[in-house]
């Protein structure tokens, strides 16, 4: 107890830095893959590519990254282990540990190239000073056990609904006489669900943490109202696509795709919105569970509250990490891509954004980048895309092999070394 | 990695690239016949040599593409029948190539009553092989739509119509197959079992076009 009332603002700042440090790589890595997408399929440039992550990504970080911050702060170590109880002060070093771990995993495997989660990466370094430094009894095996199942589920359900969606618009929109006719007649319903989907998932019986309590129709109807509003900006927006040669043979679909680009700025806001919901929390859900047990003097309790700076803090990195060296990934993305035309990008990425939205109102962490991965696959599967290189699944699964361990392993070693230094 | 090593590039472009360089190759033939007919020599070895060129722009394409079409990439059509399109493909510059090859080794003189035939055979048969270009050409279209729909259903009716000309191809070579037997005891006998030669090559061109298609059909239908 006394250590953390003697070094408790020592704790605060190094958990802090580490915290932003982490962020940092999230945003250099993590959310260049998500928006990478839209600037691939040409819908944004790099620039307004920024812009839309620094809206969406604090927005969904503030409104609906709650609960899987609260998950990574207080779901995966149980803080009523008496180890903890005796020494609280080990929940600080491990959780600093957690972050130095995974955002040294994340600057080493991304400046050699390998895929890297940064899910995966945060909640195997905190299982890893969990299980030395506290007690193998005191990670919540369940929880854990939920979690790596929807690192499976998740891509899979990705890449259903993407593949429903692209079947969708080809029955829809590609497969008629008039293609574009179709396009800007839908263009609206698509968009309509894009805002639709994203708020009710997000608004469903309320924001405990602002305090705004919605009963099921009431979440319903704002989600419907905020889903008309989006639609009709679309609309408007879509009335600036004119018809450019649609009598040649190349044209009747490239008119469809500058529809489409239109529909991606929605997506690529969801997108920002959807990894701000999941992905802020494997920064900032260490440093929450820091400040809670320094500002209430060492007590280690399930019920404190999330203060809005953390979260804050999180999204600041994340923004900082992207405009930073993210922008850099964006960008080669942005050349290298030339496949993804935005009617199959829509597709992709709406499907993309739900599941997570949807993982991160359970408050389950996932990754972002294989839920992309999975829905990019569905995709494919419609018959939609030309050549989908396998081997990247290979690579995700050597990924997991590698990344838990790794992540577990250095945590473990900073936890003993924040031990060695501070008791 | 990120997303961009998910999507290998399309095998598409450099499908359609590689038919209209095969087609460049059939549609120097008639150039080709006309130099024979002038009796142009010099004419003639020109085209050849142009003839030439072009089916070795041909291979080297589609040898790269057989390099970068690896059994692990996940794609909407057969890899298979893919690369048998492809082989088709070629072939109508393969054909190209022996036609021309054939007329620069053995000087063959064209008797009057043949011309006529002749070149309407020539240009029935490049104006396959140009319908077949226009049906690979709906590559792209196709795998936007996803291979399915109101796209699918152009491109098989397309199919049906080469079928068409290819049958008219047919006929028009045995047209000139009768009027050569006609001619044939005013001819060298060697030249004419080449004449045959040539004749069947020439209906090889459309033959070959019309293959492209019916591969087509496969792709699609999966």
Not at chain 1, 54 to 63: D, K
Not at chain 1, 190 to 212: A, D, E, P
Not at chain 2, 45 to 66: G, P, Q, T, V, W
Not at chain 2, 150 to 164: H, I
Request: glycine share 10%; aromatic share 8%.
């Amino acid at each position: 107890m006394e250590i953390i009332a003697d070094q408790g603002t020592v704790f605060l700042i190094i958990a802090g830095v580490v915290s932003l440090f982490m962020a940092w790589g999230i945003g250099a890595n993590d959310l260049a893959n998500a928006m990478g997408t839209s600037v691939g399929s040409k819908a944004l440039t790099v620039r307004q590519a920024i812009i839309v992550a620094a809206i969406f990504e604090f927005a969904g970080a503030v409104l609906a990254g709650g609960h899987v911050t609260g998950t990574i702060r207080k779901g995966i170590i149980d803080s009523s282990s008496p180890v903890l109880l005796e020494n609280p002060q080990y929940l600080v070093y491990g959780m600093i540990a957690a972050l130095l771990a995974a955002g040294i995993w994340l600057l080493v495997a991304s400046h050699r190239g390998w895929p890297v989660s940064t899910t995966h990466s945060i909640v195997g370094a905190i299982v890893g000073f969990g299980i030395v430094g506290i007690g193998f009894d005191s990670v919540a095996w369940s929880k854990i056990g939920t979690i790596a199942a929807s690192w499976v589920i998740s891509p899979l359900v990705g890449g259903f609904v993407a593949f429903v969606l692209i079947r969708s618009v080809q029955k829809l929109i590609l497969d008629r006489e008039e293609p574009f006719a179709a396009a800007r007649v839908w263009a609206p319903f698509y968009i309509f669900l894009v805002g639709f989907i994203i708020s009710l998932v997000t608004l469903f019986k309320g924001l405990k943490h602002l305090n705004l309590a919605f009963s099921v129709e009431v979440s319903f109807a704002v989600s419907g109202g905020i889903g008309l509003f989006v639609a009709a900006v679309g609309g408007v927006l879509i009335r600036r696509v004119q018809a450019v040669g649609e009598e040649s043979q190349k044209g009747r679909f490239s008119n469809v795709e500058r529809v489409f680009g239109y529909m991606m700025i929605f997506t690529a806001c969801s997108m920002a919105f959807a990894h701000g919901s999941n992905d802020v929390a494997n920064a900032v859900g260490p440093l929450a569970a820091v400040v809670s047990i320094v500002q209430s003097g060492g007590e280690v309790t399930q019920k404190a509250g999330l203060p809005v700076w953390v979260l804050l803090i999180g999204g600041v990195g994340i923004l900082i990490g992207l405009a930073t060296m993210g922008y850099r990934v964006m960008a080669t993305i942005g050349t290298k891509i030339t496949e993804l035309t935005p009617s199959r990008g829509f597709c992709a990425e709406l499907a993309a954004a739900t599941t997570v939205v949807i993982a991160s109102r359970t408050g389950i962490p996932v990754s972002t980048t294989h839920i992309l991965v999975g829905s990019v696959l569905g995709v494919g599967l419609a018959r939609g895309l030309g050549a989908i290189d396998m081997r990247v699944f290979g690579t995700i699964a050597m990924s997991w092999i590698v990344t838990l361990p790794a992540g577990a392993i250095l945590a473990m070693v900073f936890f003993y070394i924040m031990r060695a230094i501070f008791g | 990695m990120s997303i961009f090593d998910l999507l290998h590039k399309s095998p598409f472009k450099p499908m359609q690239e590689h038919m209209r360089i095969a087609v460049r190759c059939a549609n120097e033939v008639p150039g080709l016949f006309e130099a024979l007919i002038a009796g142009d020599e010099e004419e003639l070895k020109r085209r050849k040599d142009e003839i030439f060129r072009i089916e070795m722009e041909a291979d080297n394409l589609k040898n790269d593409m057989r390099i970068h079409l690896p059994k692990r990439l996940f794609m909407p059509v057969a890899r298979r029948d893919l690369l048998e399109v492809l082989d088709h493909q070629d072939s109508i510059a393969d054909v190209a190539q022996d036609i021309a090859g054939l007329l620069v080794e053995r000087k063959f003189e064209v008797p009057k009553a043949l011309e006529e035939p002749l070149r309407k055979l020539v240009a029935e048969c490049v104006s396959a092989c140009e319908f077949s270009l226009k049906i690979v050409e709906e590559l792209d279209e196709l795998l936007t739509a996803g291979f399915r729909g109101k796209e699918a259903d152009r491109v098989e009716s397309m199919c049906t119509e080469l079928n068409g000309i290819e049958n008219t191809t047919d006929e028009l070579g045995m047209a000139l197959a009768t009027v050569l037997f006609d001619h044939e005891d005013e001819m060298k006998p060697i030249s004419v079992v080449f004449w045959y030669q040539i004749i069947q090559w020439i209906g090889d061109l459309a033959d070959h076009a019309e293959k492209v298609g019916n591969r087509f059909r496969l792709l699609i239908a999966q």
